[in-house]
């Protein structure tokens, strides 16, 4: 006997409408009240499951993560694109348009998010070399660092490449192939020669590295160096 689907809990309920309205509006321009309305409980009960808009959004960022590596850790067909397993979660709310919205407003917990999955990211792209989809990498780490930041780009100017491939990025997955081709084609056969590649990487292992008391370029000198 196929057991009927769980009714999500009024937690979830408010966390989705919050994503809903996220994504749309931004969050300061959404007030818990709007967010109560649109997942059909009181005020009273957003502030008692989550304690403040605050609270909600982590909520919402964790959500997003958790999303990410669920997917990811069921299937590593979708190989390096980090991305992928918020597009395949799609039918839920708009886990994609709430993550640009988040990237661009500067979330103080971006940071956290974007560490989580670029984390994530090395531990299911190791998985796919496991499994015969990806190349092994002599930077594993910095190689899904690099990917996951690429892929967020991406999503921030996803109307640019709506505009120039006439492809929406945060939409409907079916309609993905003016991006997902070229995008593994730069994957699976790159775009400079494996002797160019040895060269950079010898160039910069052969520049002197940065002093631990030196300052970081553009900032001024540490107090005690003023003449």
Request: aromatic share 4%; proline share 8%; with cysteine.
């Amino acid at each position: 006997m196929i057991e009927p689907p769980t009714a999500p809990s009024a937690r979830d309920r408010i966390r989705d409408a919050a994503l809903v309205l996220f994504a749309t509006r931004g969050v300061a321009a959404t007030p818990v009240r709007a967010v109560a309305e649109h997942a059909g409980v009181s005020t009273a009960l957003v502030m008692h499951h989550f304690g403040s808009k605050d609270n909600l959004r982590v909520a919402c960022d964790e959500h997003v993560a958790a999303t990410v590596r669920e997917q990811k850790n069921a299937s590593v067909s979708t190989g390096a694109d980090p991305l992928a397993a918020l597009r395949a979660a799609e039918q839920g709310p708009p886990l994609l348009r709430y993550l640009a919205r988040t990237l661009i407003d500067g979330s103080p917990h971006v940071a956290t998010l974007v560490d989580e999955m670029a984390a994530d990211a090395q531990a299911y792209t190791e998985a796919a070399v496991d499994a015969g989809i990806c190349t092994p990498s002599d930077l594993p780490r910095e190689r899904a660092v690099v990917l996951t930041l690429w892929s967020l780009g991406a999503l921030v100017l996803h109307e640019h490449l709506d505009r120039l491939l006439g492809v929406d990025i945060t939409g409907d997955p079916a309609q993905m192939g003016a991006y997902a081709v070229p995008a593994t084609e730069l994957l699976s056969r790159g775009v400079i020669t494996e002797d160019y590649y040895r060269r950079v990487r010898e160039g910069f292992a052969a520049l002197p590295s940065r002093q631990r008391d030196e300052p970081p370029v553009g900032q001024p000198p540490h107090p005690q160096e003023e003449s």
